[in-house]
């Protein structure tokens, strides 16, 4: 079976390609472009590992398919760090334990990312609410809004 031809824009970069209609979006972003950032956990939508933001929308990775992202722009945790240099959410996490194991981390950020695009001064409320369809079996979740709470005091911060 042919795929479909895709364009989109993925971390900023114009793509094109072509996807089965069937492919997951997790899926494709892993075996069909590479990026292993993107994990993918209990593929039904409820931990929120495989989160990726879609046209500034977080959305679950493994209940999209790689077609719907046709003319859309895509971000995953690969497009957060300048080079080398780290985002102030992933520096954040990185001062604040908000990782253990990992697993959960990409979309914890993606998810933190969002809302801090939509929400500059989020409270620990806001935070937390966010979160909570993102689950992490090691941390906590302390050292996480901690993270998120550093990372926005960032951002207002920044001129």
């Known amino acids: 079976m042919t795929g479909k ?3 989109f824009t ?3 970069e114009p793509r ?3 996807a ?4 997951h979006l997790a899926d494709f972003l892993r075996y069909g472009l590479g990026l292993t950032g993107t994990h993918v956990g209990c593929e039904h939508g409820v931990c929120g590992a495989c989160t990726v933001i879609v046209d500034g929308v977080p959305v ?3 209940l999209m398919l790689a077609v719907q992202i046709d003319c859309c722009t895509v971000e995953t945790v690969e497009g957060l760090a300048n080079g080398d240099e780290l985002s102030p959410l992933q520096q954040a996490f990185s001062t604040h334990h908000g990782l253990q194991c990992g697993f959960c981390t990409p ?3 993606m998810t933190l990312e969002a809302l801090l695009r939509a929400t500059p001064s989020p409270t620990e409320h806001d935070i937390r609410m966010a979160i909570s369809g993102n689950i992490c079996r090691c941390t ?3 050292g996480i809004v901690e993270a998120a709470l550093a990372a926005a005091a960032v951002r207002t911060s920044t001129p």
Not at 20 to 23: E, I
């Open 140 to 142: 906590g979740y302390q």
């Open 60 to 62: 679950r990775s493994c």
């Open 10 to 12: 993925l971390n900023g």
């Open 5 to 7: 031809h895709l364009t």
């Open 20 to 23: 089965d209609p069937r492919t």
């Open 16 to 18: 094109e390609t072509s």
């Open 107 to 109: 979309g914890m950020l």
